[in-house]
């Protein structure tokens, strides 16, 4: 992986979910089950249909809460705050992660289809708060979800991002499509590589990815 491919990088932006904590926390299953446990509530639905929706609406809208506010004109407030309302003990500090990321040369940018709440909680939680210019949730993209090119397009005007001098790190390729697009040099973060024109670069362990760079 040459360095070289990373110089002209002024701007750094990272996903959350199981790409700042690895996903053998299985910390997204406790807020699947909360998003399954709103969605019945919400549409009066039992558990299963509630499951199958969820998923459902993951696939065609990016989120399940765009689904949600798209087909059912949900509240994104209440919901957000519900599905997030998880315990972090699973999490762990990761010093030599929080050192890498700090070296990184420019600015440091957190975004996440979550809510910027509940993404600085699992920072601190991961010892890694302080260390980012900013974090973003989905509510800073009007709640347009990622991989939605206008998502995308929001937290950047609002981050300062320029795509051609950046980086992006996630964990679900097909929000690396736009990026790529967009003229950004794309890493897929996960224990399975996945195909496609518009990684640029995988890896399983993000803190020895980053270890390459600085």
Partial sequence: MPKSHFTHVEAWVFDLDNTLYPPQARLFDLIERRMTDYVMTALGVDRAEADRLRHHYWVEHGTTLAGLMREHDLDPGP??????????DRLEPDAG?????????????????????????????????????AVFGVEHAGYRPKPERAAFDAVFTRGGVAPMRAAIFEDDPRNLAEPHAMGMRTVHVAPQRAAGAHIHHHTDDLGGFLAQLV
């Fill in 79 to 88: 919901y957000l705050d519900h599905v997030h309302d998880i315990p972090l």
């Fill in 97 to 133: 992660l929080a050192a890498r990321i700090r070296a990184l040369p420019g600015r440091k940018i957190v975004y996440t289809n979550g809510c910027a709440p509940y993404a600085e909680r699992v920072l601190a939680r991961r010892g890694l708060d302080g260390i980012f210019d």
